[in-house]
């Protein structure tokens, strides 16, 4: 039905920037709110940024605000996290996450990518 592809991953050294893509295989990808989640090792899977159905909202963790930029294009099934002045404790599994409609409200996501790696050097 729906199937979610991550790319971009890689290893950077901090300071530096790496651009993750999202690839949404499936019908109605503008009913779906966009997330991207990471998991640090030994640590648990957190919510890093948002993006609703047609774009016209966002939501970061503090911890990203000003560095991360969430994107989507739905003619393409794309949302892409842009990431600036990358630094150690960035360094995780990136996820791709959609959740339906509103169901991103109480955290409930429907489906999920792979997820790609991002390893940042000091």
């Known amino acids: 039905q729906v199937q979610l592809v991550e790319s971009g991953g890689g290893l950077v050294q901090a300071g530096e920037s790496l651009t993750l893509s999202c690839q949404f295989s499936?019908?109605?990808?503008?009913?779906?709110?966009m997330a991207w989640f990471r998991q640090a090792p030994g640590k648990e899977r957190h919510f890093v940024a948002g993006?609703?159905?047609?774009?016209?909202?966002?939501h970061y963790i503090d911890s990203v605000k000003g560095r991360f930029t969430i994107s989507r294009d739905n003619a393409k099934g794309t949302v892409v996290l842009q990431m600036n002045s990358l630094s150690p404790a960035d360094t995780a599994v990136y996820y791709c996450?959609?959740?339906?409609?509103?169901?991103?409200?109480?955290?409930?996501?429907?489906?999920w990518g792979q997820g790609t790696r991002v390893t940042v050097s000091s």
């Open positions: 996450a959609a959740s339906h409609g509103t169901n991103w409200r109480s955290g409930k996501y429907d489906y």
């Open positions: 993006i609703t159905l047609m774009g016209g909202s966002t």
């Open positions: 499936g019908p109605t990808f503008n009913a779906y709110y």
